[in-house]
């Protein structure tokens, strides 16, 4: 980033910015069983929620898929108990949408898991238009915490574009 042509304000911004990111990373250590910078996670927004992938950069690191697969199958699990306590401990507990997520009734918000050959993702869907946005402000947190390891998704034509 060139800083030469920022004023005072937004120097500062983007240090803050970077500050938190780090913090994410390293508090990520004790929730991602993953390396978080050999992966990249991925979060597209849809009508009814969207969907959440993470994939590992370099497809053939076997062992960072499997340990993907492993933590969205176990957070899937977590999430569905209305337990995002993992989320809570990386991101903090005024984390944008998180106290509406954790709020929802059993059966609000259907998450799915899907193996991709490279990774894994959750697809978020809700009836709530109270829980779309919660979950659309939880996934601009995650891209904005996560930094370079993270990138918004495109939806199709309400369907999900696969990397």
């Given amino acids: 980033m060139d800083h030469s042509q920022m004023d005072h304000s937004a120097h500062m911004a983007t240090a803050a910015s970077e500050q938190r990111q780090a913090g994410v990373a390293q508090r990520g250590t004790d929730v991602m069983p993953f390396n978080l910078a050999a992966t990249t996670h991925i979060f597209t927004k849809t009508a009814q929620g969207g969907v959440q992938q993470v994939v590992v950069k370099q497809a053939d690191n076997a062992e960072q898929v499997?340990?993907?697969?492993?933590?969205?199958?176990?957070?899937?699990?977590?999430?569905?108990?209305?337990?995002?306590?993992?989320?809570?401990?990386?991101?903090?507990?005024?984390?944008?949408?998180?106290?509406?997520?954790?709020?929802?009734?059993?059966?609000?918000?259907?998450?799915?898991?899907?193996?991709?050959?490279?990774?894994?993702?959750?697809?978020?869907?809700?009836?709530?238009?109270?829980?779309?946005?919660?979950?659309?402000?939880?996934?601009?947190?995650?891209?904005?915490?996560?930094g370079k390891d993270a990138m918004a998704?495109?939806?199709?034509?309400?369907?999900?574009?696969?990397?």
């Fill in 66 to 146: 499997k340990l993907t697969r492993l933590h969205l199958h176990e957070i899937r699990d977590q999430f569905l108990k209305g337990d995002f306590s993992g989320p809570e401990r990386i991101h903090g507990q005024d984390m944008p949408g998180l106290a509406a997520l954790k709020a929802a009734r059993p059966g609000q918000i259907a998450i799915t898991y899907r193996e991709l050959k490279d990774g894994a993702e959750l697809s978020y869907t809700t009836t709530q238009a109270a829980l779309v946005v919660a979950l659309h402000a939880w996934f601009d947190a995650q891209l904005s915490d996560h």
């Fill in 153 to 163: 998704g495109h939806a199709a034509h309400g369907a999900m574009h696969k990397p």
